[in-house]
């Protein structure tokens, strides 16, 4: 079992950059990959990017493509995502979730175990 925590939110203008952290509380994500999602107020809970534990494989959505990056550091158990070029449309809570290794469709909310509280990115216009 782990818990998952994201960090890092916050307020940022158009155009800019925030980096977001997700990290294992509680256990390890070694057994897990781990996705983050994004709710907007009256909207579904969407994909944005997933990446595999091992091997560090990203995918992700195509309003992200060419924007945003995921990275993991082993060490601090931690998985980040890099928002670049942020728009007003990424203004959302960002989930991190973990799935374990290789289970399921990493676009489906449902395939995945263990979610985070969220954390809240607003990008102003």
């Known amino acids: 079992q782990v818990h998952p925590v994201e960090s890092g939110g916050g307020l940022v203008q158009a155009g800019g950059s925030l980096r977001i952290s997700c990290a294992a509380s509680?256990?390890?994500?070694?057994?897990?990959?781990v996705g983050w999602f994004r709710q907007a107020p009256g909207m579904e809970r969407e994909f944005v990017s997933h990446?595999?534990?091992?091997?560090?494989?990203?995918y992700f959505a195509e309003s992200g493509k060419g924007r945003f990056t995921a990275s993991i550091n082993y060490a601090q158990n931690t998985v980040y995502l890099q928002m670049n070029n942020l728009k007003p449309d990424d203004t959302a809570v960002y989930y991190c979730?973990?799935?374990?290794?290789?289970?399921?469709?990493?676009?489906?909310?449902?395939?995945?175990?263990?979610w985070g509280q969220g954390t809240q990115v607003t990008v102003s216009s």
């Open positions: 979730a973990a799935q374990r290794n290789g289970q399921g469709n990493y676009r489906n909310t449902y395939d995945y175990d263990y």
């Open positions: 509680g256990g390890t994500f070694s057994r897990y990959d």
């Open positions: 990446i595999t534990w091992i091997g560090g494989s990203a």
